[in-house]
């Protein structure tokens, strides 16, 4: 299994800022997935990030509001931009393990 | 396409008590199916996962969960609940790279486990 830590683990932030959540792999992997978890919700895809090539967004988010960054196999970062209350969620970034997927411990956001 | 169909947003046990938390698919190809484990405060946690091997698959913490592909279903469970099982679970749905599927996992909406002494 991997291990994987995010910064912040959580934070609270003004409508109309932008957050950047970074997350951190102990191993190298190809495949890296964000997460958005709403307050009693399940989770929800956001985009998939392979190394050297654009993010693929899922229905619903766009690059520019949640644009993703993938330097090397073991780093990413999500940003949430030009935030409103409506985002505040847990975001949670993971990686593709041997037939399944390993979860980071997320980043609780509140934006107010 | 996949999806994932948890029955009940909320289940409540005694301790000791069998914990039994449903879960059934829909996936037009072979099916990997999972459990998570969410804590609070925390992320997910594998709990077990059936990749077409044995129907039957323990995980950790004493849970197991059966494959019947004619109920289209994966329930969990565990014979007695500690109260340290209090959490939500969720139940995800992927199919195979080899038949068609890909890595994105399809999450059922969870449910929380209450266990009370």
């Known amino acids: 299994s991997a291990v994987i830590s995010q910064k912040p683990s959580r934070d609270i932030c003004q409508r109309g800022t932008s957050l950047t959540i970074q997350c951190q792999v102990d191993s190298q992997v190809t495949m890296m997935f964000w997460y958005r978890q709403q307050p009693g919700q399940s989770l929800t895809l956001i985009a998939t990030?392979?190394?050297?090539?654009?993010?693929?967004?899922e229905s619903g988010f766009v690059i520019d509001k949640f644009p993703i960054s993938r330097p090397n196999l073991t780093f990413s970062t999500l940003t949430v931009s030009n935030m409103s209350p409506e985002d505040s969620s847990i975001y949670l970034c993971s990686v593709a393990g041997y037939e399944t997927q390993y979860f980071g411990p997320g980043t609780r956001l509140l934006v107010l | 396409a996949q999806s994932v169909t948890q029955l009940g947003s909320h289940v409540s046990v005694s301790e000791g008590a069998l914990v039994l938390l449903r879960c059934n698919y829909s996936?037009?190809?072979?099916?990997?199916l999972f459990w998570y484990v969410q804590y609070p405060n925390q992320g997910l946690q594998l709990l077990l996962k059936?990749?077409?091997?044995?129907?039957l698959v323990k995980g950790i913490n004493g849970f197991e969960a059966e494959f019947k592909k004619s109920e289209t279903s994966f329930h969990l469970t565990k014979p007695s609940a500690h109260m340290s099982d209090a959490a939500e679970y969720f139940c995800?749905?992927?199919?195979?790279?080899?038949?068609?599927?890909?890595?994105?996992?399809?999450f059922g909406k969870g449910t929380k486990l209450t266990v009370n002494p």
């Open positions: 059936y990749t077409s091997a044995a129907t």
């Open positions: 996936s037009s190809v072979p099916p990997y």
């Open positions: 995800a749905v992927k199919g195979p790279l080899s038949q068609g599927g890909s890595e994105k996992l399809v």
């Open positions: 990030a392979n190394q050297g090539s654009e993010a693929t967004y």
